[in-house]
């Protein structure tokens, strides 16, 4: 009976140590791929803002898309697609319409940048049907 007992006793504390193992490679490989999904939002900014400087509209205009397509709430990459595509002369109403059904609303921030980027098609739409 005692050895039922320290066999039952040894195999809880086994089961329990799996578990805990089991977490942490779980909790460990969730925060890697968090690290790494912001690495990539940073270096796709970067990117966008090197793009801008150097007139390479293309590119920028492609780095929005990227970052949109990590966080599609995203208002500042919305902005960041709008403006570059307007420097292209490549206003997509379709795709920067299905964008923006998608970002958030939720801060004050969020509303003003939506609110700019309504003013900024108002005006490609008043330059283009001039």
Do not use: G, W
């Amino acid at each position: 009976m005692i050895k039922e007992d320290k066999l039952k006793d040894t195999i809880k504390k086994i089961s329990t140590l799996c578990s805990l193992l089991i977490l942490n490679i779980f909790l460990s490989a969730s925060a890697f791929s968090e690290q790494s999904i912001e690495k990539e939002y940073k270096n796709k900014v970067h990117a966008y803002n090197h793009a801008i400087s150097t007139n390479a509209y293309d590119v920028a205009y492609e780095q929005a898309e990227l970052l949109l397509s990590l966080d599609p709430s995203d208002t500042m990459s919305l902005l960041r697609l709008v403006y570059s595509s307007k420097m292209l002369n490549k206003y997509d109403v379709d795709v920067i319409d299905s964008f923006t059904k998608s970002v958030a609303r939720a801060t004050r921030q969020d509303k003003e940048v939506l609110a700019f980027i309504k003013a900024i098609q108002t005006s490609i739409q008043v330059n283009t049907s001039d």
